[in-house]
């Protein structure tokens, strides 16, 4: 069954008074056009075309930017230089891309909770050739702002009344609310698209009119009713936006605890919808996962953590631990309070304590930063100890230098190496010295100055102040 996706994504969304497109806004990390066209691509449609108008360079980027390889080649972007309605932008993406045949399903780009399954199954209502056009509805547990379908004794739609034109009975009695998304058998859509016109209030094109077309030139229409209501749900506003983040987040916390990861309090712990958590996994309060994380079983995250695209291994203690594009491999401690830029990786046994920055650097197998230091650009053996307050000074103003630091050796507290410096294996560098040339294997390295005592300096002192 050859699918096409066309997901409307032009729209000003004014209710969000933003500088951004609205469908840029992020759910969990992610944007919600993101959310809608892995959906789409998750349930098999061959093409997946996307109509920007508003902020059109912001979304196309976006796009560009998130998928790659096959995905890519299965998505192209149309612009509604125009935006004249919703009819009027599936003309647009049907003139552009000649799309004529085949089931079509139109989505919305703010429907980020609209399942792959669901939108599988929504095409499926008019793959057979039994139905010209579906709706997709959904009963949630407020009905109000949403139009109302009526039925006729056929079960086909006999019209799709408005809020605003509700009467009190049918507000209180049709209870089956219009999601917002449309399928269509693609060869009479296009066939008849031409025919919506824009006779009304607002002098738009509206693409719910095509029911009637379709309907008086002799097609019979259904609806495809959602189990889960949660799928048909947009967002228009901020708080609806918060309203969605919330669901999100409970599908995917109770997916995992069915899979084997404990949430201290699934209401504080936020992980995206593409990172994966091993089971017998603690999460505790306050925890974020973000974009294409990874962890592994038996690890403790949190309280207070942020990964983002960071790969954890398993039995791994991330407390109070920011990372960005990280590697933790397998039972390594981190934290509390400590900060893992990009290109850091963690071999196995590592720790990393409290107040601790490492950037683009590797950490070798059993290596300890304790606290209150800053590691950059190194390369480090295994068994290294690195002493309070030590820093690898790795930025002369214009460029960055590398550090490299032996197996075993012992770097004292408050230890500056002035990089390009080689530090061997089984050196011993003294508390408070600045390495600035190369230490040998086995060697100590000494750089301080001659302690001095002045007595009675102190009441001297004050007698001249």
Not at 44 to 71: K, P, Q
Not at 261 to 281: K, L, N, S, Y
Not at 295 to 324: H, K, M, Y
Request: proline share 4%.
């Amino acid at each position: 069954m050859d699918v096409t996706a066309i997901i409307m994504a032009a729209g000003e969304g004014t209710r969000m008074k933003s500088n951004h497109a609205k469908v840029s806004h992020k759910i969990l990390g992610k944007p919600m056009i993101c959310w809608v066209t892995d959906a789409a691509l998750a349930a098999g449609v061959n093409r997946v075309v996307v109509v920007i108008g508003s902020h059109a360079d912001e979304v196309r980027a976006l796009l560009d930017a998130t998928y790659t390889g096959d995905d890519a080649s299965r998505i192209e972007c149309v612009e509604q230089t125009e935006r004249l309605g919703t009819a009027h932008a599936v003309r647009v993406a049907l003139e552009a891309t000649g799309i004529d045949e085949g089931p079509v399903v139109v989505l919305n780009g703010d429907l980020p909770l609209i399942q792959a399954d669901t939108i599988r199954t929504f095409a499926a209502t008019v793959a057979d050739g039994s139905h010209a056009a579906a709706v997709l509805t959904m009963t949630p547990p407020d009905p109000f702002g949403y139009g109302r379908i009526e039925l006729d004794e056929s079960g086909s739609i006999a019209r799709i009344i408005e809020q605003k034109d509700c009467t009190p009975e049918q507000a209180a009695t049709l209870l089956e609310c219009n999601a917002g998304c449309y399928a269509f058998d693609g060869a009479l859509l296009a066939a008849h698209i031409g025919d919506v016109t824009n006779d009304n209030a607002q002098g738009e094109y509206y693409l719910p009119d095509m029911l009637e077309i379709l309907k008086a030139a002799g097609h019979a229409n259904t609806i495809y009713h959602c189990e889960d209501y949660r799928d048909g749900l947009g967002v228009n506003s901020r708080a609806q936006l918060a309203e969605l983040t919330a669901i999100a987040r409970d599908r995917i916390n109770a997916r995992l605890m069915a899979e084997g990861v404990t949430f201290i309090d699934p209401a504080q712990a936020w992980i995206g919808p593409d990172a994966t958590i091993g089971r017998d996994t603690v999460v505790w309060p306050q925890t974020h996962l973000i974009g294409h994380s990874t962890v592994g079983e038996d690890c403790q995250l949190g309280p207070n953590t942020r990964l983002t695209d960071t790969r954890v291994g398993d039995g791994c203690s991330l407390d109070e631990t920011v990372a960005i594009e990280a590697v933790v491999d397998n039972g390594v401690t981190c934290g509390p309070r400590c900060y893992l830029r990009p290109g850091t990786h963690l071999l196995d046994g590592a720790h990393v304590g409290t107040h601790v920055e490492i950037k683009k650097s590797t950490i070798g197998e059993g290596s300890k930063v304790p606290h209150l230091s800053y590691i950059g650009d190194t390369q480090m053996g295994a068994g290294v100890n690195i002493g309070a307050g030590s820093i690898t000074c790795n930025y002369d103003g214009k460029s960055k230098h590398a550090t490299t630091i032996g197996d075993r050796t012992f770097i004292g507290s408050d230890t500056m190496m002035v990089a390009p410096v080689n530090i061997g294996s089984d050196a011993i560098t003294g508390a408070g010295g600045t390495i600035t040339k190369d230490v040998p294997d086995g060697a100590l390295a000494l750089e301080r100055c001659e302690q001095r005592i002045i007595e009675g300096y102190t009441e001297r002192r004050r007698a001249r102040l």
